[in-house]
């Protein structure tokens, strides 16, 4: 069995329509990462965007079967969708 945790933090943005839109995902190297990148990367910009929201999650599971526990949210900061517990 080979079991591994994934942290990520996935940035948001308001569309010009007024909806929140999650950019790329980037990947963190532990939860205490996860959190801070996820905490300062609100107000950052990217491109002619400024990203208003992010949520540092992780995601367990064993490589060798593919399967996957659901996402365990780490942090949310700034606006996010509603529905992130859901992700």
Do not use: C, Q
Request: hydrophobic share 40%; glycine share 12%.
């Amino acid at each position: 069995m080979s079991r591994i945790t994934y942290y990520v933090v996935i940035p948001f943005i308001r569309t010009p329509e007024g909806e929140l839109l999650g950019l790329e995902a980037e990947e963190a190297p532990d939860v205490s990462k996860a959190k801070i990148h996820a905490f300062n990367m609100v107000g950052d910009t990217r491109g002619e965007d400024t990203i208003v929201g992010a949520v540092a999650f992780s995601r367990s599971g064993d490589l060798g079967t593919g399967r996957f526990e659901d996402a365990l949210i780490l942090a949310r900061y700034g606006e996010t969708p509603e529905d992130v517990e859901g992700m």
